[in-house]
């Protein structure tokens, strides 16, 4: 592509125009970009488009935008997809070109350009930096002197914006020589300019931050040093630098101050002054952390004035609503100190029960935000409240402060918070109405200090804080019991937060005893309640006794049956929780363990029916919508095994709705479609009703098979079919529509292992006669795509697909059929695939299958049995010996595979089984027990045939281990081979 | 860690999760850290009383107090009037010329000795170094020599830019340390190369192009006072690295092994301790080096300096050598190291030694060193396993500084597994597992696997894995719940680093997966 006239009209009208409302006009552009950015120089020119001036902002900001993702997907083509082309889109010369223009470019932009470009660039530097790009840092830190000296500090920001961004590495990975080289690079490079800057500018705000200043003068001169400590994070992060230790006062200096001045000039600047500077102080925070943890001893000279000045902050910052960033980032200190060598700052007379009353109950108690989200957000909040997602927030950071003391001090801390939390309870007491949040803050202190633990494979918790059970009679009952379900939902939903939690130590008549208000606050209108009401209910059938048998049995809850699935049914009905997963799940579980008698099937699956009926208009909660399959599934499957005639009613039921999934192409629930029908199938008797034939011939529209995700859906369908209908596949030609989508289907290494399942399948459930014919036509399209393309993958489906095709149809088929294609093919197959890569074989079924196979081959083909192919004969003992007497992991070696087919589609719906619609994998060969016995018999058998020959070749042939491994499975089935 | 800066091996315990602790460890080559900052000044020294009486000082007392006291400005000027003086004399043909010469040095000499701040950066902008250059000049009198190698010594030990400024100077240096100089002479020069290889690769690697090892090596053989000294401080600089090179190629010239083992025989503790860098260097870049010394007993010498000297300026360049020998080479731990032999006892006796001492270097270099022991045989995990060393080890687990939590993990880690051979997963030692767990070390790894870093945070995983996989009765997940290791694995759910993500989620998955329930409960 060249820089011209014409391109430039082409491009700003493409960039425009994807910024079109209405979609029709947006897809054409979009897809002539997609077309565009194939020409070599594309990136370029839209680079220069970004620099042009004249051009419109917004067009230049969209080109910004494009370019950005241009780089992101071709910059490097490290693709795992091997049918993606791995040649870069973006040559040599073009890259050196666009290095060259990136950054005076970025640094003359607008803030909003400018961040586009400042992301391509951390892009590029993440291949190139630094040693394919010598000069960028070079270049950055003479742009950063001119711009300093300039006091221009929107590219001082920009400048340290897109260092900040390249040096993240240093963060996360492992210290190895390679990583140690770029970081002393960078640091030769720029620790000294950081410095220059950050004192220069601390300079300025202590200039400016007087009457004189003024709030706009101010900020971007924080925003620059939270910069400074960004990168002071990076750089410091895998050990002290050299001349970060020398200087290292300096910075120090001017962290303390951060933390201990006011400057009121921008703090009091409406809310978003203070941000600014709080985040300045959150990221000093961070670095005092680094140190403290890391290099405690160069710190301790500072560690005293650290922790007081961090103190006192917190003193203001505990009291302040917002402010949350910087209150997590310095309790985290104070954490962090409380764990080191130096926890004695916390050793003091009173010490840890003024941090318990002035930083960890005001931050734990709840504030208006988290009720705000508590109505508003319920999602989030239960991500942060239950999931320990909270990570990041205050209260839980706070609990995490109090843990970190007790590591040292845990009596005292034990002492101190039970105390606490009577104090919080009798205030509650004294007053409910108003003083209701000191219960929630009393019930939160419990839960989260508490331990994790699993009981029944599922988290729960358990604490010495308090003893559980009357704390759960005293505290929690009550609320569990209010009848007025609306009332006080926070502490509704603690009670049930701790329920769920401590589930296993609640004894089973005292939980029994509370189900009944639990189901009833499943119809409370807080989504946060109900959503909580329906985890516990599922939580409670996952808890375990001793020896892994379930405490709650389907006659725990028959008698609440009833009123449960209403409740749970109704509970979908209240607004924003139409698609509550916590409430699906429940469904589901209850599904799967209640006691499904009639009353409870029909409504159950008209409920599932409507409810996915309504979702598949807009599929947007993809677990909610995978629960609700599961829960449709585990419904036909149990139900159907009380009483199989139900299985009519399902099919009414669900049909339509299957239908409307494939007709209006609701794409994100094909897997799920095919899976159930495939589930349906399976539980009709042969033959099946016509009704299923015209999926039968959507089945074999070679449109469905396009898309990777169904793929895996669309064979199990196509099984369940065949098992169930194999005469049906002889018909109309529609057999070699199957093959043709084996054909299409083994062409591509993502799919190839998908092909097989198809061509197994037929291979298993139609008698040879139907399949002769088409024999030539198979065996071509697998030995071409074996001459293509040798993968390990493909070799070893092919070895288990001519396994299975032995054992079916026998060996001489087998031989003949193969052999019609090239004459002699067969021996050259069996030396150079079967030999070799027997031992790669893996999975139980899969090794029984090939080493039958095997046997079968060594004792019965006359092929290999021939005096004359004795070195074969001999060849393949080995390597069957070796499959059936070496463990997995020593035959296997790690091979670099293709990943499948579920990690390599990240743009399309992935492929998830239902777990209930499943079917458990047939094992071919159910009259062989053993494979190696089988081996052994045959062997004796064939031996007694020509005694004295085959003793000799397996002393020529096979070597030492493996002789000793085959003596002693023949003294294992007391067999001789003579 | 910031103080090493030579390859000790640190590719510990394999990357994913159950394989784990089995194999020795350098350090790292390459270091960001402060080097050395245990032993003060080691780089680049300063030169303030000359190295030998061959120069007549007596006219030097009465100013002595007056420099130091002087403005800056002051001593400025007067470097910058001095190097014209040298100027002036190096010029001047006439009778005297020598003495004049001499007497210029001297005073320049002076100027660049005396104050905390030498004027430096004044006397290079005067133009120093070409003359200085030419005061080299072959076949000058020694005491011209010596002033001259003087002055340039100084200059080398400023900021980088006035050590790289010697550069024209260095031909001369090197011709002037061999054999045919006098002794004075030859110390004088090789205090300044030493200055200029202390202060990077680029001009170590010129140094050694224009031949500086041989006639350095050489200086280190006879005994001849505090030359041997200064030369093996020198050498110690020059084969630092990260080249291997120059270490194999020290090692191979004749008389070096021998001169090393007999100055650590015998030497005392000052010189002692420059040998100790010298074998710190060799042992951490030169395979053949680090076979050279184990063969010729260098362990059991270096064994008995760290039993008899308190010296901490020795004590670690002598341990940090014993360790890269036992990390070098596993001949020496499977050979020499053998478990009931009196040298494998006294070398654990001296690491207890060290564990206990009061300075944080050596009781991480000591860890360091027991955690390559560890990863040897089953003999020598037992060994260590049985030793005094273990409920010290335990204890800093516990306690000790993060740096030193983390090598004492290394070593407990490498106790509780089979060595491996080729890639397969080690097996575990159960009972020292066992043994260390009821001791309380579980709480010590879990604490590593909430740190920032990530390589600690790979050790505690790969722990709490042979925890969760090794403890009798499926003891394991009870014992992680209890010290709350489930909350500390869950904050790699979301980590940056892929590795540690998979391994946490692995195995919050495999050993507390919420299972679906389903197969169970529908019956």
Request: proline share 9%.
């Given at each position: 592509m060249e820089w011209n006239q014409e391109t430039v009209q082409f491009l700003s009208h493409c960039f425009l125009n994807t910024l079109s409302p209405s979609p029709a006009p947006r897809r054409q552009a979009e897809s002539s970009l997609a077309s565009a950015s194939e020409q070599p120089n594309y990136a370029l020119v839209v680079l220069r488009l970004v620099a042009e001036p004249s051009v419109d902002e917004q067009i230049r900001m969209a080109a910004a935008l494009n370019f950005k993702n241009h780089l992101r997907l071709w910059w490097t083509r490290s693709s795992t997809d091997p049918s993606v082309p791995t040649d870069s889109r973006i040559q040599g010369p073009e890259k050196e070109q666009i290095k060259s223009l990136i950054v005076p470019l970025m640094l003359s932009s607008a803030t909003r350009i400018q961040n586009q470009l400042s992301e391509a660039l951390a892009v590029i530097s993440k291949h190139d930096f630094p040693k394919s790009w010598p000069q960028l840092l070079p270049d950055l830190v003479s742009s950063l002197q001119k711009a300093s000296a300039a006091s221009d500090y929107v590219s001082v920001i920009g400048i340290l914006s897109t260092a900040n961004s390249i040096f993240k590495k240093f963060r996360y990975q492992y210290k190895t020589n390679d990583l140690l080289l770029d970081l002393k690079y960078c640091l030769d490079n720029f620790a000294s300019p950081l410095l220059e800057i950050f004192l220069k500018t601390a300079q300025l705000i202590d200039y400016t931050s007087g009457p004189v200043g003024t709030a706009e003068t101010l900020r971007p001169l924080f925003e620059s040093q939270r910069l400074c400590c960004r990168i002071f994070y990076s750089l410091n992060f895998i050990d002290l630098p050299e001349f970060f230790e020398d200087h290292m006062r300096e910075w120090m200096t001017e962290f303390q101050k951060y933390l201990t001045t006011c400057y009121p000039s921008l703090e009091k600047s409406g809310t978003n002054g203070l941000i600014i500077v709080d985040e300045l102080r959150a990221a000093v925070c961070e670095n005092i952390n680094l140190y403290v943890e890391k290099n405690e001893e160069e710190f301790q000279g500072y560690l005293h004035t650290f922790a007081t000045a961090v103190w006192s902050l917190l003193g203001d910052v505990s009291q302040s609503s917002s402010r949350d960033r910087l209150a997590i980032t310095a309790i985290k200190f104070l954490t962090t100190v409380s764990t080191s060598v130096h926890h004695t700052l916390f050793a003091g007379d009173g010490v840890i029960l003024q941090i318990c009353q002035s930083i960890v109950i005001p931050n734990v108690r709840l504030r208006e935000e988290d009720e705000e989200l508590f109505e508003m957000n319920y999602v989030e909040f239960i991500r942060r409240d239950m999931e320990g997602s909270d990570l990041d927030t205050r209260r839980r950071i706070a609990c995490e402060l109090f843990k970190g003391i007790a590591t040292n001090y845990k009596a005292h801390v034990t002492a101190i918070l039970s105390v606490q939390i009577q104090n919080l309870l009798s205030s509650f007491t004294a007053n409910p109405a108003a003083n209701w949040k000191d219960k929630d803050c009393a019930i939160y202190l419990v839960v989260s200090l508490a331990t994790k633990r699993t009981a029944g494979g599922s988290v729960s918790a358990s604490t010495d804080l308090i003893d559980v059970n009357s704390f759960f009679a005293t505290v929690i009952v009550s609320e569990l019991q209010n009848q007025n379900v609306s009332e006080f939902p926070m502490l509704k939903a603690g009670a049930l937060k701790f329920f769920t939690m401590f589930r296993s130590h609640i004894p089973k008549d005292v939980a029994l005893g509370l189900v009944p208000d639990v189901v009833r606050l499943l119809t409370s209108e807080s989504n946060v309640v109900h959503s909580y009401a329906a985890s516990c209910i599922e939580k409670l059938f996952l808890v375990k006794d001793e020896g892994g048998k379930a405490r709650y049995t389907s006659k725990d809850i028959d008698p609440v049956l009833l009123m449960l699935m209403n409740n749970l049914f109704t509970a979908l009905r209240y607004s924003e929780s139409e698609e509550n997963q916590y409430v699906m799940k429940c469904i589901m579980r209850v599904l799967a363990v209640a006691d499904l008698s009639q009353g409870v099937v029909a409504p159950s699956i008209a409920g599932l029916t409507s409810v996915l009926n309504e979702v598949c208009k807009n599929p947007k909660n993809p677990v909610f919508n995978h629960y609700l399959f599961e829960s449709i599934s585990v419904l036909v499957r149990r139900a159907c095994e009380r009483d199989a005639s139900l299985i009519s009613t399902f099919e009414a039921t669900l049909f339509p709705t299957l239908q409307t999934i494939l007709s209006n192409d609701v794409t994100e629930f094909f897997p799920y479609a095919f899976q159930l029908l495939a589930q349906l199938v399976d539980l009709n008797r042969s033959p099946i009703p016509a009704s299923y034939m015209p999926i039968f011939e959507i089945l074999l529209s070679a449109d469905l098979w396009n898309r990777s995700s169904n793929v895996p859906a669309l064979v199990r369908l196509l099984q369940a079919f065949l098992q169930k209908a194999p005469h049906e596949l002889n018909r109309e030609g529609r057999l070699s529509l199957v093959l043709g989508i084996f054909n299409r289907l083994i062409a591509s290494p993502s799919t190839e292992e998908q092909g097989f399942y198809v061509l197994n399948t037929v291979i298993e459930n139609l008698e040879y006669s139907v399949i002769a014919n088409y024999m030539s036509h198979i065996w071509h399209a697998l030995f071409t795509r074996l001459h293509k393309k040798q993968t390990v993958k493909f070799v070893k489906s092919l070895l288990i697909f001519m396994s299975l095709f032995l054992v079916k149809h026998g060996s001489e088929n087998l031989v003949i059929s193969m052999n019609a294609v090239q004459t002699g093919i067969f021996v050259m197959i069996l030396e150079q695939i079967w030999i070799p890569n027997l031992k790669l074989i893996t999975g139980t079924i899969e090794v029984k299958l090939t080493a039958v196979a095997s046997t079968r081959l060594l004792c019965e083909c006359p092929d290999i049995l021939d005096v004359a192919a004795a070195r074969h004969w001999g060849k393949m003992l080995d390597s069957l010996v070796t499959l059936l007497s070496q463990p997995e992991e020593d035959r296997v070696e790690g091979e670099p595979e293709v990943p499948d087919i579920a990690e390599n589609v990240a743009y399309t719906a992935a492929f998830v089984s239902l777990q209930n619609a499943g079917k458990k994998e047939e094992d071919?060969?159910?009259?062989?027990?053993?494979a190696k016995e089988f081996l052994v018999a045959s062997l004796t058998r064939i031996s007694a045939l020509y005694p004295g020959r085959f003793p000799q070749i397996i002393s020529e042939a096979l070597d030492a281990a493996n002789q000793s491994a085959l003596f002693q499975f023949c003294n294992t089935y007391k067999c001789v081979l003579v | 860690m910031t103080d090493e800066s030579s390859p000790h091996r640190r590719d510990p315990i394999k990357s994913s999760v159950g394989n784990a602790a089995a194999e020795r460890r350098r350090q790292n080559a390459v270091s960001v850290g402060k080097e050395r900052r245990e032993s003060l000044m080691r780089a680049k020294r300063f030169c303030?009383?000359?190295?030998?009486?061959?120069?007549?000082?007596?006219?030097?007392?009465?100013d002595h107090d007056m420099v130091i006291d002087e403005e800056e400005s002051i001593l400025e000027a007067q470097a910058s009037s001095a190097v014209e003086e040298l100027k002036a004399a190096v010029a001047f043909q006439g009778k005297g010329a020598v003495q004049k010469k001499i007497s210029a040095l001297q005073k320049l000499r002076r100027l660049l000795s005396r104050?905390?701040?030498?004027p430096v950066e004044v006397a290079l902008k005067a133009g120093a170094i070409p003359l200085l250059v030419q005061c080299l000049s072959f076949g000058s009198l020694d005491e011209q020599l010596l002033e001259a190698a003087w002055c340039l010594t100084n200059i080398a030990a400023g900021k980088p830019d006035e050590t790289r400024a010697l550069l024209p100077a260095l031909p001369l240096l090197i011709a002037h340390?061999?054999?045919?100089?006098?002794l004075p002479v030859a110390e004088q020069c090789a205090w300044a190369l030493g200055n200029v290889a202390g202060e990077g690769e680029d001009l170590r690697n010129i140094l050694l192009s224009q031949g500086a090892l041989l006639p350095l090596a050489r200086m280190m053989l006879p005994i001849k006072g505090s030359t041997v000294r200064t030369a093996a401080w020198a050498l110690s600089n020059l084969i630092k690295g990260p080249d291997q090179k120059a270490a194999t190629e020290l090692i191979k010239i004749n008389g070096v092994l021998k001169a090393i083992i007999q100055h650590l025989k015998n030497a005392d503790d000052e010189l002692a301790t420059e040998v100790a860098w010298v074998i710190v260097y060799l042992s951490a870049l030169s395979n053949m080096a680090t076979i050279m010394l184990v063969k010729n007993n260098v362990v059991q010498l270096l064994v008995e300096r760290l039993a008899s000297s308190n010296s901490l300026q020795l004590l670690i360049p002598v341990l940090r050598s014993l360790g890269n020998l036992v990390a070098g080479d596993s001949c020496t731990t499977y050979d020499l190291l053998v478990p009931g032999h009196e040298i494998t006892d006294s070398v654990i006796t001296v690491l207890v030694k060290c564990l206990k001492s009061e300075h944080r270097v050596l009781k991480k270099e000591a860890a360091w060193v027991l955690s390559n022991i560890a990863a040897g045989s089953v003999e020598h995990k037992q060994l260590i396993f049985s030793s005094e060393a273990l409920p010290l080890l335990l204890h800093l687990l516990s306690s000790a500084p993060f740096d030193i939590r983390k090598e004492v993990a290394y070593t407990l880690g490498n106790i509780c597994v089979e060595p491996v051979e080729g890639d397969g997963r080690p097996k575990l030692i159960v009972e020292h597992l066992v043994s260390l767990v009821n001791h309380g070390c579980l709480s010590g790894f879990i604490e590593l696997i909430r740190s920032i870093d990530a390589e600690a945070a790979r050790l505690g995983l790969q722990f709490m894995e042979l925890v969760l996989r090794g403890m009798p009765n499926g003891e394991g997940p009870k014992l992680v719940e209890q010290e709350d290791g489930i909350d500390a694995m869950e904050r790699f759910q979301f980590h940056e680093n892929d590795d540690l993500r998979n391994m946490a989620n692995g195995l919050v998955d495999k050993y507390f997966g919420e299972d679906y329930g389903l197969e169970e409960s529908s019956s």
């Open positions: 071919p060969l159910k009259d062989v027990r053993d | 303030r009383v000359g190295v030998s009486t061959a120069i007549d000082d007596n006219d030097d007392s009465p104050s905390e701040f030498p340390i061999g054999e045919k100089s006098s």
